[in-house]
């Protein structure tokens, strides 16, 4: 008997008297919720690369019909994707103490022998299966992108986006089985806080394969322990949201990615997610006897030099940028050359189409990205050669870099040398 309690496959090997359906039930529909804007949010990030428009952006070219969804990005309003990848990475992040509460409440279930009762019951264990491989999956891959900074070169879009299909189909299966009951349970417990409880009521909760057997003595209350949950994801809350705050609060985002350039002070003194050096770009390159920029379109193709670009009509646009891994910066004062008249120039009056933008790094996933005619379109988007009242600094793309309204920052190339514009 004592041997048999010691194997996690024995109901009496869990004794945290915490463990029941209320717990496993509130956590469960936070789950629900945050886990079903999470998917939309991620969705939504994805469609915001373009990769319908060019197998360039497509870093996940086997998507058959998952990618049905897709839709042009807009460019209005200009903080667009800030709001929608800061959601998505905050809450992810907020999600994670959730998620792995939610996750040691039903820990007893996840050892239970036999494996299957009937075809019925394997069903579900695969399905829980998906379910629990799949969520921890998307969290780390997630998570580890944000703080590691690609530590899947150029694999981090598929292996996500994949896995957050399997991961939610497995999790809209479990919702539409366990959701009824977990309102019931929710609903019956604020209900017993005011109404003495039915025996036969009581009966069902204790009867339930989440209590253990044998409890040990509580050391904190279930409301406590969902309390620590709470502040567990409070703190990561306060800590990760900052970064697409800006502002004051962007000192508190202890969490946010670490390891990447000091951006220093003055006009150029904003986040950099890769510099001129990791992107082996040298002051030989962008020299003025040295850099082009080299414009193709329909008339043909056209080199100009920094001076020439300088030469052209300039504007202005306040436009942030917002990265994939959730920061964000504030609206920065951007300068240079509409690409409409850019696309203009060869021979693409009136209606502009889509672009080709190819960087002078050379390698790496970042030097090419498409942007689609509503963005060359729009004319808050730039080919930018200066930045709140100075030229670029290196690390932010000098000569030239793209700054397109409410697009993620993988789209606004830096070191720009060539545009090729045209139906792509
Ligand atoms: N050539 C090139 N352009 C690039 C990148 C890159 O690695 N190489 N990174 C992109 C990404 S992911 C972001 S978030 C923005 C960041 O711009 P910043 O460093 O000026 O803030 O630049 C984009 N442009
Ligand atoms: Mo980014």
Not at 49 to 77: I, M
Not at 281 to 286: C, E, F, G, N, V
Not at 296 to 311: M, S
Not at 397 to 418: C, D, E, H, Q, S
Request: aromatic share 8%; glycine share 10%.
């Amino acid at each position: 008997m004592r041997d048999h309690l010691r194997l996690p496959t024995s109901p009496g090997f869990w004794r945290s008297p915490l463990r029941g359906p209320w717990l496993t039930s509130v956590l469960g529909l936070v789950l629900l919720v945050g886990v079903t804007v999470l998917f939309v949010t991620g969705l939504v990030s994805y469609a915001a690369y373009n990769p319908g428009l060019s197998p360039v952006n497509d870093t996940t070219p086997d998507k058959g019909v998952l990618g049905f969804y897709l839709f042009a990005w807009p460019t209005d309003p200009v903080w667009l994707y800030r709001l929608t990848q800061g959601v998505h990475v905050t809450l992810g992040v907020t999600l994670i103490p959730v998620l792995l509460a939610k996750l040691w409440s039903v820990v007893p279930r996840l050892f239970t022998l036999p494996p299957a009762r009937s075809v019925a019951h394997a069903l579900e264990r695969v399905s829980l299966l998906l379910l629990v491989g799949g969520g921890l999956f998307e969290f780390t891959t997630g998570v580890l992108n944000v703080q590691l900074d690609y530590v899947f070169p150029g694999s981090f879009y598929p292996l996500h986006f994949y896995g957050a299909w399997v991961f939610f189909a497995a999790f809209v299966a479990h919702a539409a089985l366990k959701a009824p009951a977990a309102v019931r349970t929710v609903r019956r417990h604020s209900a017993e806080a005011t109404e003495t409880t039915r025996p036969a009521e009581a009966a069902e909760l204790v009867e339930d394969d989440l209590v253990s057997p044998r409890p040990a003595p509580p050391t904190v209350s279930r409301r406590g322990a969902l309390g620590m949950v709470g502040g567990a994801s409070l703190l990561l809350f306060l800590t990760t949201v900052g970064q697409s705050l800006g502002g004051p609060f962007r000192r508190t985002a202890l969490l946010a990615p670490h390891g990447t350039a000091d951006p220093g002070g003055g006009p150029n003194g904003f986040q950099i997610n890769k510099t001129a050096g990791y992107a082996g770009i040298t002051p030989a390159d962008t020299h003025a006897d040295a850099w082009r920029l080299v414009v193709g379109g329909r008339t043909g193709t056209v080199r100009l030099t920094r001076a020439d670009l300088l030469g052209l009509p300039l504007h202005s646009s306040s436009l942030p940028i917002a990265c994939v891994e959730g920061w964000s910066t504030a609206d920065q004062w951007w300068r240079g050359v509409r690409l409409r008249d850019l696309a203009a120039l060869v021979g693409h009056d009136g209606d502009p189409p889509d672009v080709l933008v190819e960087s002078l790094q050379r390698h790496g996933a970042f030097r090419r990205a498409a942007l689609r005619a509503n963005q060359v379109a729009d004319p808050r988007s730039l080919l930018a050669l200066q930045v709140n009242g100075e030229d670029l600094s290196p690390d932010h793309g000098y000569p030239a870099r793209i700054i397109v309204p409410a697009a993620p920052g993988v789209l606004n190339t830096k070191w720009v040398a060539r545009l090729t514009f045209g139906d792509l």
